[in-house]
Structure formats: structure tokens, C-alpha cells
T-cell receptor
Framework: AQRVTQPEKLLSVFKGAPVELKCNYS??????LFWYVQYSRQRLQLLLR??SRESIKGFTADLNKGETSFHLKKPFAQEEDSAMYYC????????????FGKGTKLSVIP | DVKVTQSSRYLVKRTGEKVFLECVQD?????MFWYRQDPGLGLRLIYF???????EKGDIPEGYSVSREKKERFSLILESASTNQTSMYLC?????????????FGPGTRLLVL
């Protein structure tokens, strides 16, 4: 079975401080991993996906297969980063399903 | 720009009522999904569909059914609503392709079952 674990329900950081949202996964094959974000009163949307190896809004995430992790990082947090963040995994071949973690609420303190 | 719309933002129903949640997407996406979102539990997949009239159970299908008669529309049905189905329901759609495509979400329907 595939599983996504986000160990922190809530993460509070000061503006300008580095941010790391943790995500660990369990999957025996080669996974595709994603971060989705939901800002207050907005719909859930894709932030980034590991296969693109891109930086979005200053966030990056590196897939570490050895540690089965896909942590989301940003060097300097901004107030507008406050949101709910979900890590998601697609693993089963030919499947279009995503397995989501339980989410981490990021609060950036001014 | 992909648009996924849901018929209601808020619904209040009584226990035992039959409830229909509608979702429409305008980007000709093959895949459509229904999730429920609960605090501390994240998103859990209820059902999904990869083609008209096709459906697959997700992780928590019990108490729900779905209907996809047209490509753009995916309905979630609660045959007999119960209080433990009070939740936020999210619809999503994506392209059918060889790799996992981005899922585009609707604004959600907050359902309260009394």
C-alpha cells in the first residue's frame, strides 16, 4: 500500500525565516510526488511536482529515494505563504489516483 | 484556464435524505475525482472516473455512489445521508495521459448533515 506522511499538523515560522515542510512516503516502486497548496478561501491547487524539478514561488522540493522523502523548502518565508500544504503521491502504474498526506498548516508570523 | 465548478458551496441536509453533489469541468478532461476533506485527515478519495459511464472506487466509497453520463459532469450521490458524512467535498479533474497529470480542483461543497 502507498502512504504519505506529513508529521507536522501546524508549522509556525517568522517572516524571513527558512521553511521546511516534511513529507515522507511509502511506496515500493518509482513514485511521482507533488505538493498542493490551499490558500485561505481559495481552491486547492498544484504548487509543484518533482518530475518538473522547478521552483515555484521560491519553493523547491527534492525527491530523496533513499530517505523516501520529498520535503518542501523555501529559504525566506513570506506572509503570503501562509496556507495549508498537502504532499501527494501517485504510484500505481496506470493509475491516475493521488494519495494525499494529512496536510500541514503553515503560519508565517509577521 | 481550467474551470471546475461545483453546484453548491454550502448544503444543509437531514439524516436519511438523498443528496446530489454536482461537478462540471470545461476542459474536456477524461479523469474526474471526488474527495472529502476533513481536518486532520487530509483528502481522501471517494470515487473517480476515467471515462463516461466508468467509475472506480477510491479509498472510502462506502455510503456513496457516483454517476458520469457526460464527459464534463461527475455527480456524487449520498443515498441516505448520515451525520458522519458532514464534510467538505472536493471535485477534481485531470487529463488522461501516460503520466500523472495535474489535478484541477473545484471550490468545494461544505455539507452539513443534521
Amino acid at each position: 500500500a502507498q502512504r504519505v506522511t506529513q508529521p507536522e499538523k501546524l508549522l509556525s515560522v517568522f517572516k524571513g525565516a527558512p521553511v521546511e515542510l516534511k513529507c515522507n512516503y511509502s511506496y515500493s516502486g518509482s513514485p511521482e510526488l507533488f505538493w498542493y497548496v490551499q490558500y485561505s478561501r481559495q481552491r486547492l491547487q498544484l504548487l509543484l511536482r518533482h518530475i518538473s524539478r522547478e521552483s515555484i514561488k521560491g519553493f523547491t522540493a527534492d525527491l530523496n529515494k533513499g530517505e523516501t522523502s520529498f520535503h518542501l523548502k523555501k529559504p525566506f518565508a513570506q506572509e503570503e505563504d501562509s496556507a495549508m500544504y498537502y504532499c501527494a503521491l501517485s504510484g500505481r502504474a496506470g493509475s491516475y489516483q493521488l494519495t494525499f498526506g494529512k496536510g500541514t498548516k503553515l503560519s508565517v508570523i509577521p | 484556464d481550467v474551470k471546475v465548478t461545483q453546484s453548491s458551496r454550502y448544503l444543509v441536509k437531514r439524516t436519511g435524505e438523498k443528496v446530489f453533489l454536482e461537478c462540471v469541468q470545461d476542459m474536456d478532461h477524461e479523469n474526474m475525482f471526488w474527495y472529502r476533506q476533513d481536518p486532520g485527515l487530509g483528502l481522501r478519495l471517494i470515487y473517480f472516473s476515467y471515462d463516461v459511464k466508468m467509475k472506480e472506487k477510491g479509498d472510502i466509497p462506502e455510503g456513496y455512489s457516483v454517476s458520469r453520463e457526460k464527459k464534463e459532469r461527475f455527480s456524487l450521490i449520498l443515498e441516505s445521508a448520515s451525520t458522519n458524512q458532514t464534510s467538505m467535498y472536493l471535485c477534481a479533474s485531470s487529463l488522461l495521459s501516460g503520466v500523472q497529470e495535474t489535478q484541477y480542483f473545484g471550490p468545494g461543497t461544505r455539507l452539513l448533515v443534521l
